[in-house]
């Protein structure tokens, strides 16, 4: 799914906690979605408001003439697809790493690093990839499928000789990087939540204001390493990120921004 739909969805998402609700989503208009998406042309946002309910991930209901739409449960679906945390810590870890070892696909080495990728495989390095997440059988779909049974090798270990899982997990999805930017994110965040409960005028900011953190935070979610919770370091800031985001968004709710 193109980044517009993807973060129109994300916009009507975002009023509450969508990875735990999957109910109560709120009906906006036009200059809702206009704000959130203010780096898109006007009739790209409406062009794509329309496919997406065509689609059946968007309901939409005209009031005093005026179109209003609410993220459906089809949308919702779609959406947490997309976003690699929710593929990462919607079970408990079984301990077991996947590794897929490709020789001699041709033409295909695209087309199969970037469905292993949409899997929540991690390029380790030419022709081998590597999850921690519980996806065998798509694995084995996949390559049947494509009748790649005389070209992959498909592994499943709970055992390193030398190294461990963190230490794995931490070096190859660069985790140090990642913690720090939602480090970064909640200090911002928790910056202008002060601010707007002064003013709610700070929300409206043209920089450093709300869109600017509705923008990191469907960032952040998008390059989520997408990990079960046990390969986190201690100080992965991911639910405190949440709570600060979603606070904000009560108080632009009350700004009607």
Do not use: C
Not at 14 to 32: A, M, N, T, V, W
Not at 123 to 132: D, K, M, N
Request: overall charge positive.
């Amino acid at each position: 799914m193109r980044e517009l739909k993807l973060k129109l969805l994300f916009s009507l998402a975002s009023e509450q906690d969508f990875f735990r609700l999957s109910e109560g989503y709120d009906y906006r208009p036009y200059r809702h979605l206009y704000r959130l998406l203010s780096e898109f042309r006007a009739g790209s946002v409406r062009d794509a408001a329309v496919r997406l309910v065509k689609a059946g991930m968007m309901d939409k209901i005209v009031r005093n003439r005026q179109p209003l739409f609410r993220l459906t449960s089809l949308g919702r679906d779609q959406l947490l697809k997309s976003l690699p945390r929710f593929k990462g810590q919607r079970k408990v870890w079984d301990r077991i790493w996947r590794i897929v070892i490709f020789k001699g696909v041709g033409r295909d080495a695209r087309l199969a690093a970037r469905r292993l990728i949409s899997l929540g495989y991690k390029r380790v390095a030419s022709g081998v990839y590597l999850t921690p997440l519980s996806v065998s059988e798509e694995t084995k779909e996949l390559i049947l499928a494509k009748t790649w049974t005389k070209e992959a090798f498909v592994i499943a270990s709970r055992r390193f000789i030398i190294g461990d899982d963190f230490e794995l997990a931490k070096n190859l999805w660069d985790l140090d990087k990642k913690a720090q930017e939602y480090a970064d994110f909640v200090s911002r965040a928790e910056t202008l939540l002060k601010k707007s409960r002064r003013s709610l005028i700070a929300l409206q900011q043209s920089k450093g204001g709300f869109k600017d953190v509705f923008d990191d935070y469907f960032r952040l979610n998008l390059t989520d390493p997408g990990l079960p919770k046990k390969l986190l370091p201690p100080d992965w800031q991911e639910e405190k990120a949440r709570e600060v985001f979603l606070r904000l968004v009560e108080l632009a709710k009350t700004a009607k921004i």
